[in-house]
């Protein structure tokens, strides 16, 4: 009688460590936007941090191009459970754009042009954990994945990467953005599985 055994070539994706609980594997890239795409032209972008103090510090799109761009390899997470491995992003760090803002609070709200919001503890998108993304796999970031420029924040779920990024503002208290208003995690940590109230 053959002894047939399953289960030792690690298919199951509840033992893929690289996959957070819940989540599946997808190759393709869905679009997941709450409204329309907005017509975001280069030549108009501008992205600012406004600080406690109200200072607003910005860039446009040439001040934004010209820091440094770091290319990101990594797995990215979406709380309606597709997970896509190895994604290939080029961005500047959010480090790089904190370089000069000096602030005492501990949180940000991140508003998209279209009048999108997700919040964040300030920590969370600092220490190399955070980018505005200008492409995705080699190629100027499409519109509806949040041309021309995006936020990148890869250990949260997706909704917290806002899309069309318009700006940072600081904030002392942590308040709910758009989805968070509408029943998701106030941090949203795909290893946690912190996906609605
Ligand atoms: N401005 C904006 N950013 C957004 C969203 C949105 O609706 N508007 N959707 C979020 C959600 S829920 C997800 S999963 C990702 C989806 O990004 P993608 O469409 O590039 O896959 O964008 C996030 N950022
Ligand atoms: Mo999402």
């Not at 909704?159 to 700006?167: G, M, P």
């Not at 904030?171 to 029943?183: A, L, S």
């Amino acid at each position: 009688m053959a002894v047939i055994s399953r289960g030792f070539t690690g298919r199951s994706r509840e033992h893929n460590p690289q996959l957070p609980p819940g989540q599946y594997l997808t190759t393709d890239f869905p679009v997941l936007s709450a409204g329309p795409t907005p017509d975001v032209k280069t030549a108009d972008w501008q992205f600012g941090i406004r600080t406690d103090d109200a200072t607003l510090h910005t860039w446009n799109w040439d001040e934004l191009n010209a820091l440094p761009i770091e290319t990101i390899d990594t797995d990215i997470h979406c709380v309606t459970r597709w997970s896509k491995f190895g994604t290939r992003w080029r961005g500047v760090s959010i480090d790089t754009l904190f370089a000069d803002v000096s602030t005492t609070d501990r949180y940000v709200m991140a508003h998209s042009y279209g009048g999108y919001t997700t919040n964040l503890p300030l920590a969370d998108i600092l220490g190399g954990k955070a980018w505005i993304a200008l492409e995705f796999d080699g190629q100027p970031l499409d519109a509806e994945h949040g041309g021309p420029a995006r936020l990148l924040i890869p250990h949260l779920y997706f909704w917290k990467s806002a899309k069309w990024i318009h700006s940072i503002e600081m904030m002392p208290t942590d308040e709910p953005g758009f989805w968070e208003q509408n029943g998701y995690n106030m941090y949203g940590d795909p290893w946690l599985e912190q996906r609605y109230w």
